[in-house]
């Protein structure tokens, strides 16, 4: 379980999907949850950085766990998720401050994605707002995105919830570059109209 956390800590690094200790990252096994250490380094995880406790109730490690195990935890009793990837993608996130979703306007990204809702809070960093309103969003989305903050993905393992995330960013990137190239967009989708529902 280690080495899985480790790999996907070191990629979303890697992609620039999270500042040095950015972010966080979390499995679901029956009524427990492992989730990164409050404070730790993603790219730099170490076996003692992966905190175990309990899904409904507090125990020793919740004490170490990261600030926002409150959300985690809202997210597995409101969806069948059995990992979630917390990341904080620069390009996303500047998109996620014009607009309420993010419609991808690549390939890939509208295969996978199709739209991203874009969700806002009072206040951030792990309060009870906070988890709710992200649980609620991830009933019928994928991935979801914090305005201002950053993205929350799910998946039945850390390696698709990460690939949500990994392609929403790609997805922003492409419509940063075709922004800044200020011109037409020629549609290239059948039934485009489509793509920008879910």
């Not at 499995?27 to 427990?32: L, S």
């Not at 419609?103 to 709710?132: C, H, R, T, W």
């Not at 991935?143 to 929350?152: A, D, E, P």
């Not at 392609?167 to 989708?189: Q, T, V």
């Amino acid at each position: 379980m280690y080495e899985m956390f480790r790999d996907i800590g070191r990629d979303m690094f890697v992609h620039n999907l999270i500042s040095s200790h950015g972010g966080n990252i979390s499995v679901r096994f029956g009524d427990r949850i492992l989730i990164k250490r409050r404070g730790a380094m993603l790219g730099r995880l170490k076996p003692h950085d992966i905190i175990e406790t309990g899904l409904e109730k507090n125990d020793s490690g919740v004490a170490l766990a990261s600030t926002e195990l409150i959300v985690h935890r809202a997210i597995y009793k409101a969806t069948p998720a059995l990992a979630v990837v917390h990341a904080h993608p620069r390009r996303t996130i500047a998109l996620s401050l014009s607009r309420d979703e993010i419609v991808p306007i690549d390939n890939e990204g509208s295969y996978l994605l199709k739209k991203v809702p874009v969700v806002s809070v009072e206040f951030a960093s792990g309060s009870k707002q906070m988890a709710e309103t992200i649980a609620q969003a991830l009933m019928g989305y994928k991935i979801v995105m914090l305005r201002g903050h950053g993205s929350f993905a799910i998946g039945q393992t850390l390696d698709e919830a990460f690939q949500w995330t990994d392609a929403l960013e790609e997805a922003a990137e492409i419509i940063f570059y075709a922004k800044h190239l200020n011109e037409e967009m020629i549609e290239y989708r059948r039934m485009s109209d489509s793509y920008t529902q879910w």
